[in-house]
């Protein structure tokens, strides 16, 4: 079994802009540079032969470059899978389809998808612990986040291994427009 996800990196020197955030929160689990991402469609555990499946399907999931922009910042309360601060992203149609196109070639390699609607962002931290006032303090101080545009022209299948320093993502494919 592995742990797949399809994401959209985020560029060096955009993470490198977030990175300056990521301070000031007693609490907060900051994810490396290097681990930030927008994922696309999350799978779960999935068995080799479903893997070989999916990553093959998930050559026709493309769509033609496009630029995004992250946008504000959130956190995700207790009903998400944990506690999360996040960078939004502008409101994005080629990302939503993009999604889409890696959702269904989930479907067709017969990987089950949980139902939860699609809200792009970039997880920043995990909180454990982290005090409420703070959190809002942190949110205040940085919800005017606008990022320069940047262009997508890939996507990655990642694998997710979680380890007690958190989740480490390795790139199994990338699939290029
Ligand atoms: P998150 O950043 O909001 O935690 C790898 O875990 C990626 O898949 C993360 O970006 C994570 O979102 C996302 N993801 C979506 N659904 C998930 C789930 N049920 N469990 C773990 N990660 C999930």
Known sequence: MVRLFTAVPIPFDI???LSRRQRGL???RWRPAEALHITLAFYGDVTGPCADDLTAELTRARV???ELTLEGVGAFGEDHRSRALWAGVAASEPLDILAGRCRAAALRAGVALESRDY???VTLAYLRGAQDDRVGAW???HNLLKSPPFRVDRFGL???VLTGAGSHYTL???YLF
């Open 139 to 141: 949110m205040t101080g």
């Open 172 to 174: 199994e494919r990338e």
């Open 158 to 160: 990642y694998a997710s």
């Open 64 to 66: 033609d470059p496009f």
């Open 26 to 28: 007693p609490g907060a």
């Open 119 to 121: 809200r792009p962002h």
């Open 15 to 17: 993470a490198e802009g």
